[in-house]
């Protein structure tokens, strides 16, 4: 049995969808198990409906979200009455939220479900045109069960038994809501933002699935960002800790958290292009392997701010890295890059608002310069663990082109160096380490 995950993009139109379903018609002797987002930018309105309604407005909204599904529904010759259940039913939970004042985590997420629950009986209905048994399931009634942290909700233990146990002797092409779940009280629950991914990588470890595939809208992970680097190359293979490092720089790269679970089982994850289907996409594995293409990616994020923090009271004492990390925390500011030594400490944030109050009270117990406009540049790969020569020919081909460093990092995982560069740098060093290494 294979996943098969399908995103908003790749299910945006009627064409989209027609394209999706083909692909899956293609697998059909794999016993694929489909997972959907809603259509493309739907979870979105379903949002802005609420809240739209909860000022006595939205009815424009609710009108367009019907049309937009009717329109496909249209195009692909589907009965128009499919969805009439759904409609019917939002529009009556719209109503109820214009005479609600409040509007709270379990309404959105009752809201949201809608997306996902008229994707999935679309999907299935065209599979069925296409002569493929298939069936729309909301992934609650196969047993998605979840905790009641609305917004964020975490399944639980008993979903991986539950949802083995209802697939296992299927006879059709199940069609299954991503996103969603229900609290054993019978809520309705969200994941998260993107949260098909995970329910696509906890249904393929629950049904110890071949491969599970996540079909979206790029050929996979790239080497590094094709607007900075031009030949930047689609990865074959990547390794999950790979993928983990790479997720923080937007390289289109599923969340870590949400393919754990295949990993976990040791199940391969593939990232595929839904509008390039014969291209082999990247796959990501558990473990590192052996490749001559030690260093996988350079990837890098801009706007950053660098602060030097320094003091002689370091020197020797304890405590002293708590005191300022505490800072931080208690201003709810998240440090990305650190770097220490005796009698100084280097760190960058992702954006300096309201800074002012850090840095008061760290000038209390340090010198501090903050440095605007910087840059992070990473190198990854799992390979540099046992190469030597690694930080020697990235830092060597920077010296040649005349790049100034002021902060790095090796990663504790070891497969990336980290460092900063002045944000007026930053492609021209991007460019270099590509060369260097893929040249
Ligand atoms: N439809 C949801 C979203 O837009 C979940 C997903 O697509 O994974 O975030």
């Known amino acids: 049995m294979i996943v098969m995950k399908f995103g908003g993009t790749s299910l945006g139109d009627a064409d989209r969808i027609n394209s999706a379903t083909n692909i899956i018609k293609s697998k059909t002797d794999q016993k694929p198990v489909v997972v959907v987002s809603a259509v493309a930018k739907i979870t979105d309105l379903l949002i802005k409906l609420i809240n739209e309604c909860a000022m006595g407005g939205g009815s424009n909204i609710l009108k367009g979200i019907q049309q937009r599904h009717l329109e496909i ?25 214009n005479n609600e004042s409040r509007i709270n985590d379990k309404l959105l997420d009752y809201f949201q479900s809608f997306g996902e629950r008229m994707s999935s009986k679309i ?12 069936q ?43 996103f969603i779940g229900k609290t054993e009280n019978g809520e309705i629950t969200t994941l998260g933002r993107g949260g098909s991914d995970y329910t696509a990588a906890i249904i393929g470890a629950s049904i110890d699935a071949d491969e599970i595939q996540i079909w979206t809208d790029v050929d996979g992970i790239k080497s590094s960002d094709p607007k900075i680097v031009k030949n930047a190359r689609t990865l074959g293979k990547v390794s999950f800790a790979e993928a983990s ?23 391969f994850v593939k990232v595929l292009n839904s509008f390039n289907p014969k291209n082999s996409g990247t796959t990501i594995l558990k473990d590192s392997y052996r490749n001559k293409q030690v260093i996988k990616a350079i990837v890098c994020k801009k706007n950053i701010t660098l602060i030097n923090i320094e003091s002689t009271r ?38 300096d608002e309201n800074i002012e109050d850090i840095l008061s009270e760290l000038k209390e117990i340090a010198n501090v310069q903050l440095l605007k406009n910087r840059a992070i540049v990473c190198v990854v790969g799992e390979g540099m663990k046992n190469t030597p020569g690694i930080a020697s020919r990235t830092f060597g081909s920077l010296a040649k082109g005349k790049i100034n460093i002021e902060m790095i990092s090796l990663g504790a995982s070891k497969i990336n160096i980290t460092f900063i560069v002045d944000g007026k740098e930053v492609e021209k060093a991007v460019n270099i380490l590509h060369d260097e290494f893929y040249g």
């Open 73 to 97: 529904l249209k195009q692909l010759n589907i009965d128009q009455s499919l969805l009439d259940n759904d409609f019917e039913e939002l529009s009556k939970a719209a109503r109820r939220v």
């Open 123 to 134: 999907v299935a209905a065209l599979l069925n045109k296409k002569d493929i048994n298939a």
């Open 136 to 178: 729309a399931l909301n992934s609650y009634d196969i047993g998605f069960l979840t905790n009641s942290n609305f917004g964020e909700a975490e399944p639980l233990q008993s979903v991986y038994t539950n949802i083995k146990n209802n697939l296992k002797r299927t006879k059709v092409v199940p069609v299954i809501t991503g």
């Open 245 to 267: 490092e790479l997720a923080y720089f937007g390289a289109k790269v599923l969340h870590p958290k949400t393919i754990l679970p295949a990993m976990n089982k040791n199940i």
């Open 314 to 351: 370091m020197l020797g004492t304890y405590g002293f890295l708590a005191t300022i990390f505490d800072i931080f925390n208690k201003n709810g500011k998240s440090v990305d890059v650190v770097s220490t030594s005796e009698v100084s400490v280097s760190l960058t944030i992702d954006n």
